[in-house]
């Protein structure tokens, strides 16, 4: 499903003596100068009345929603103008430019990730030097073994075949994001999806990679996914309707001129359609579909049952399938999801064997399939495991067996892991998965684990250039050519580098409103932080069932050495099924008081001091912080609020918005008058206090936003500044991006920029933009 959500892999208060927070935020000498500021833009008012279930209220600035409003993308320029005004002033006008370079100075001239083979060639993206995006490549597989084959790889063995270049795209048309990427299976197509608007209405694409010439063919606009047949004959890709929500599955014959034939369509508006392959290529997975056989048409796994999903492999004439479908007679969806498997024919789909139940301290998240194993990804304790099991499997299936039943062989994982990603994994016959792990304090690794033998090679590890000698020590590199000195690693020692010694990363457990422990992970640097006094800033998604990541960023170290705390909130919405529900519909108040909990606990525990917690949401965890300054408007100094998600109410109401009808599932359906009654409750915009004072929040926005329209961040802003506190407001300001989508413009560089102007607005607005860094 399309999700109103991050996925982006980023002012000083003006006191008057009218201002109630000015006795008790910052002395004189922290109180920023705010002489050369400009007064803030005034949007104009345009009476309009809403109505639902028999109630009315006034919504001044609802022609925001024409963006084709000249008044309106005046206002957007006054709004970027004030904003620069705001942030060029930190720091004595130089803050800003200072983080840049230091961002930029922690990063490689290039950057690239190890060869994934595949078949007879090795694949592998890099972004050459200096430039923002990445080039997907490949050469002839090399004989030799792993570490062989990338000293061959390294010294231009072969010669390489550039498959798509992000950067060629970007020069040409100012903006680019990549889809959907698929390699056919014979290895002689390549398969994309391509947005040069940021409005995310995506284009296929189809070059063919011996000739270099992408295929001349009728333009297919709001392209979602992709699946090659196993013949690479056919290609299959849904479409998406006005609201962008994918409907309908085309057929694309290849080498031919028939035109694009329809398979499949979904009429159900609270449905999105997917599709996918299976490992070995054999089925395409709508419903399930022979790839190499159209004439059978679909298959259902079940009958379609309300909130019951599957996830689908083959391997040897079984269909594996990860579900939460009803064990029972029941209709109800089983809490969690559980493994089973059937014959792969028609007539057998409904003869089902449960091979595994998910125990009291793990669950099932996905699953991955190869010619000798299946690959498990659970969670345990909130943390990601990954483990593989032999195939095929070899026990009686008479009774669902636990996973431990199974032999699995768990991965070796640093003990404070926070994030695992799968990597590209798509040679079916291969023996090896590759994942890369990191966490607050692990660069990203890149792993693989040999699953024939129980063994597992680190292969490269982020660079971090331009830091302290004293990282040295902790195998952190500061010259380029990091794949070459992690070949050294691979023959020495077979240990992941962590900064552990220099930051400290705690995960704890916060009670809740209503006594549940909500986890919390807080990392700060060990010589910088000071207990009571630090900084520091929350951050949360909580919806969607979204991790919040907890990755590694080397944009971070900037904050760390100057003394801030970073905490992450792993509030209710976002994680395991159970963990989502509550935080949805009805629960969702529960994200945003476990979201304030953490806060109160970061400033009663000394990891922060009460008038220094700042907090960043994106996209919908824009919601969850909006919700909380509304909620307590005294809790947090400074906000950064991200393509949020603000205008809740209103945009709930109108189904003909992009995703609005498959946002019920989460949010609730503003038709039914007690759903509609909770989402009015907690709606950023509909709840703000008149005359409060407010803390100083930066929202940012994008005006070719399909997600969340631009308009959300600009009402917000304007009815802050006219219903609160008039000098506190004046730090509230709006950054909207006038060529970019949801997504921001992602460049390598480019999100230094931005999240530079990020960490600048947070520290002019606590009056600490004159701390420097230690180095």
Not at 176 to 201: F, K, M, Q
Not at 306 to 320: A, R, S
Not at 490 to 499: A, F, H, N, V
Not at 511 to 537: A, K, N, R, T, W
Request: hydrophobic share 40%; aromatic share 10%.
């Amino acid at each position: 499903m399309l999700h109103r959500r991050q996925p982006l892999p980023a002012l000083v208060r003006l006191f008057s003596t009218s201002c109630r927070r000015r006795s008790h935020l910052f002395s004189q000498s922290h109180r920023p100068s705010t002489d050369i500021l400009p007064p803030p833009p005034v949007a104009k008012k345009v009476p309009f009345t809403v109505s639902a279930h028999g109630r009315s209220w006034s919504d001044p600035y609802h022609w925001m929603r024409d963006t084709s409003d000249p008044d309106l993308a005046a206002l957007l320029a006054a709004e970027n103008t004030y904003a620069d005004a705001f942030v060029s002033s930190a720091g004595g006008g130089g803050l800003r430019a200072r983080l840049v370079a230091e961002m930029q100075a922690r990063l490689p001239p290039s950057a690239a990730s190890p060869p994934q083979p595949w078949g007879p060639w090795l694949y592998y993206q890099y972004v050459p030097n200096g430039m923002e995006y990445p080039v997907l490549s490949r050469k002839l597989r090399p004989s030799g073994g792993l570490v062989g084959g990338f000293l061959r790889h390294l010294s231009d063995w072969e010669k390489e075949e550039v498959l798509l270049d992000w950067n060629e795209i970007a020069e040409k048309f100012g903006y680019v994001h990549i889809g959907s990427c698929r390699i056919s299976p014979d290895h002689r197509s390549l398969a994309y999806t391509l947005d040069t608007s940021g409005g995310e209405l995506f284009s296929l694409e189809v070059k063919d990679l011996q000739s270099k010439h992408v295929i001349s063919c009728q333009p297919v606009k709001g392209v979602v996914s992709l699946a090659w047949a196993g013949n690479s004959k056919n290609l299959f890709y849904t479409v998406c309707d006005e609201t962008l929500r994918p409907n309908q599955v085309f057929c694309k014959k290849m080498q031919s001129d028939e035109a694009d034939f329809l398979v499949f369509v979904e009429n159900d508006v609270n449905c999105c359609v997917d599709i996918t392959s299976t490992k070995d290529s054999k089925y395409i997975t709508v419903f399930v579909m022979e790839s190499g056989n159209l004439r059978e048409g679909l298959w259902p796994v079940r009958k379609r049952s309300n909130k019951v999903q599957y996830f689908l492999e083959h391997h040897n004439g079984f269909f594996y399938i990860l579900t939460n479908a009803p064990l029972s007679d029941s209709e109800t969806a089983a809490e969690g999801y559980y493994l089973a498997r059937c014959r792969a024919e028609k007539s057998l789909m409904n003869r089902w064997q449960v091979v595994a139940l998910p125990g009291s301290d793990y669950t099932f998240q996905d699953m991955d399939i190869f010619h000798e194993n299946l690959v498990l990804f659970l969670r345990k304790d909130g943390l990601p495991l990954f483990c593989s099991i032999d195939l095929p499997v070899k026990v009686d299936f008479q009774e669902p067996k636990e996973l431990c039943d199974l032999a699995p062989w768990f991965f070796p994982i640093p003990s404070n892991l926070c994030s695992i990603l799968p990597g590209p994994n798509n040679d079916f016959l291969s023996s090896t998965y590759r994942l890369v792990v990191s966490s607050p304090v692990i660069p990203d690794l890149t792993v693989d684990f040999d699953m024939r033998n129980k063994t597992f090679t680190i292969l490269h590890q982020e660079e971090v250039t331009g830091l302290s000698s004293s990282l040295h020590t902790l195998g952190l590199q500061s010259t380029v050519s990091s794949i070459q000195q992690n070949l050294q690693l691979i023959e020495d020692s077979q240990s992941w580098s962590d900064l552990s010694k220099l930051f400290s990363c705690e995960r704890v457990q916060v009670i809740s409103h209503d006594g549940v422990s909500i986890p919390l992970m807080i990392l700060y640097s060990q010589e910088e932080h000071i207990h009571g006094e630090s900084p520091g800033i929350l951050y949360g998604y909580g919806a969607y069932g979204e991790d919040l990541d907890k990755g590694w960023c080397s944009d971070r170290l900037s904050l760390l050495a100057r003394g801030w705390v970073l905490a992450f909130a792993d509030v209710r919405g976002g994680g395991d099924p159970s963990w989502h529900l509550a935080g949805t519909k009805s629960n969702k108040i529960n994200s945003v008081k476990d979201f304030a909990a953490c806060g109160m606990h970061l400033i009663k525990e000394g990891f922060v001091h009460e008038r220094r917690l700042c907090a960043v949401g994106c996209s919908a965890g824009g919601l969850l912080v909006g919700a909380v300054i509304n909620m307590l408007p005294n809790l947090l100094s400074a906000a950064v609020l991200k393509v949020p998600f603000l205008d809740t109410c209103n945009t709930m109401l109108d189904p003909t918005l992009p995703l609005t009808i498959l946002d019920y599932e989460e949010f609730g359906d503003p038709n039914i008058p007690v759903e509609f009654d909770v989402i009015q409750s907690y709606s950023p915009y509909d709840n703000i206090s008149g005359g409060v004072c407010y803390p100083s929040v930066l929202v940012t926005a994008s005006f070719n936003d399909t997600r969340v329209g631009v308009w959300e961040a600009a009402k917000w802003v304007s009815k802050v500044r006219d219903v609160t506190c008039p000098s506190c407001s004046q730090s509230v300001v709006l950054k909207t991006n006038m060529q970019s989508g949801h997504f921001g413009e992602g460049g390598r560089l480019m999100s230094c920029e931005e999240t530079a102007f990020e960490y600048a607005f947070i520290m002019k607005a606590l009056g600490m933009d004159d701390i420097g860094a230690k180095q």
